[in-house]
């Protein structure tokens, strides 16, 4: 498999490797990689995701798609790079800093005293009766939690564990507010809190623990 120019595919982590202790080794943010319209490019997948949620296609229909499909992939195969060198998770003009796999959010502000966001959840995040399926509820929780807790320890750290309280139902395709924040911490432990707002109503309430990664930890 072709990598992009000067990359090649799943590189083996070894001396020269861009990564330290489970993440990128440092938080070095990009704009560039993927180009100017690696944004929209995901935003169409996005889309496609919507539709295909909802979609009860004809077999002719589902033929159709599948071969369009293949085509695609068969473009991106000639891209593909490793995970240290894919735009993903650094773009910070972008919703989710460019990650497709997470909940669109926008962040307002961040910093040591925590992270104040936007989430939108997709109509592809369906969980039942047009509301947010818990899960994907629990990774923008998960993803700004980590995000506060390495803001905090300016350093990566993993989950330990992480509780969400489902205070009420989560709306899909409204803007709505995630904050989280460490509320203590003890050496390597990072206890961060977080809550999910519609407007005034609560939706839903995270506790976590964070733990800061020592030097090379996976
Ligand atoms: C580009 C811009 C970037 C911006 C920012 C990007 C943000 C991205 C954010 C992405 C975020 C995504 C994040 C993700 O999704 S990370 C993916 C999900 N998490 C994992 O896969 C983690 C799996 N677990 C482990 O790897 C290890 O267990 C870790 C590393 C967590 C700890 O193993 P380690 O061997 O290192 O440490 P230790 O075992 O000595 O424990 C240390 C202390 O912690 C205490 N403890 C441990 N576990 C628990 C527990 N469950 N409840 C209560 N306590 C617990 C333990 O008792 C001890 O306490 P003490 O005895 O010292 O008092």
Redesign the pocket.
């Known amino acids: 498999m072709k990598g992009a120019p000067d990359q090649q595919w799943n590189v083996p982590a070894g001396e020269n490797s861009q990564h330290e202790g489970g993440?990128?080794a440092d938080?070095?943010?990009t704009t560039e990689r993927g180009g100017p319209t690696y944004g929209e490019m995901i935003e169409q997948v996005r889309l496609f995701m919507d539709k295909v949620r909802y979609a009860s296609p004809t077999p002719a229909l589902a033929d159709e798609v599948i071969e369009d499909l293949k085509k695609l992939n068969a473009k991106l195969d000639t891209m593909l790079v490793d995970e240290w060198t894919s735009p993903s998770?650094?773009r910070?003009d972008l919703p989710s800093?460019g990650n497709i796999t997470l909940p669109p959010y926008e962040i307002r502000d961040g910093g040591p005293d925590g992270v104040d966001a936007t989430v939108t959840f997709r109509p592809f995040h369906l969980g039942g009766n047009g509301v947010a399926h818990g899960g994907h509820v629990a990774i923008a929780f998960?993803?700004l939690?980590?995000?506060a807790a390495?803001?905090k320890l300016g350093g990566?750290?993993?989950?330990?564990?992480l509780t969400v309280n489902y205070r009420s139902l989560t709306p899909l395709q409204k803007p709505l507010a995630l904050r989280t924040w460490v509320e203590r911490f003890?050496?390597?432990?990072y206890f961060v809190r977080g809550t999910l707002h519609d407007g005034d109503r609560l939706c839903a309430e995270m506790d976590a623990?964070?733990?800061a990664?020592?030097p090379g930890?996976?």
């Open positions: 993440f990128r938080l070095a943010v998770g650094t910070i800093r998960d993803d939690g980590g995000m390495a803001l990566v750290a993993r989950t330990g564990y003890e050496g390597r432990k623990l964070f733990i990664l020592k930890q996976a």
